[in-house]
């Protein structure tokens, strides 16, 4: 029962946050703080610099830290971060992050 009401809150989280922004770069402002505008930094000196990695490899980072299943000494820091994220807003800045140079 707890499950299904878990599961029941996640879609009606999803389901909010259709509207929001989905554009890589915008959604990427925030980011860029720790990261750098070219995701260039060493995020609080902690982080891999994350410049040139492949989608599918932001996209599993992201996700692990929505999930608790990635990250190292600092992943409460991303969880923060990545947790208000739907499924499409993860991909476009992902999509960004991998076109950085
Ligand atoms: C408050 C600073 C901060 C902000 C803002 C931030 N990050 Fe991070 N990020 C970190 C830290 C610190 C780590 C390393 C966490 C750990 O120990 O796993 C990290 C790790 C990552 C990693 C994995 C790199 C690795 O070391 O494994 C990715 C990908 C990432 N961040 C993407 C993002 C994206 C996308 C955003 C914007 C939605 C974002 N971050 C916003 C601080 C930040």
Same mark, same amino acid.
């Given at each position: 029962m707890k499950k299904i009401t878990k599961i029941t809150l996640g879609l009606m989280v999803l389901a909010s946050t259709?509207?929001? &922004?989905?554009?890589g770069a915008t959604l990427y402002k925030k980011c860029?703080?720790?990261?750098g505008i070219n995701a260039e930094k060493k995020a609080l000196g902690?982080?891999? &610099?994350?410049?040139?990695?492949e989608e599918t490899k932001v996209i599993a980072a992201l996700k692990g830290y929505k999930d608790g299943t990635y990250g190292s000494v600092m992943k409460g820091v991303m969880k923060g971060q990545v947790s208000s994220l739907n499924e499409e807003q993860i991909a476009s800045l992902a999509k960004h992050i991998s076109t950085l140079k």
């Open positions: 259709t509207f929001a &922004v989905t554009n860029a703080g720790c990261h902690k982080s891999q &610099v994350i410049k040139g990695w």
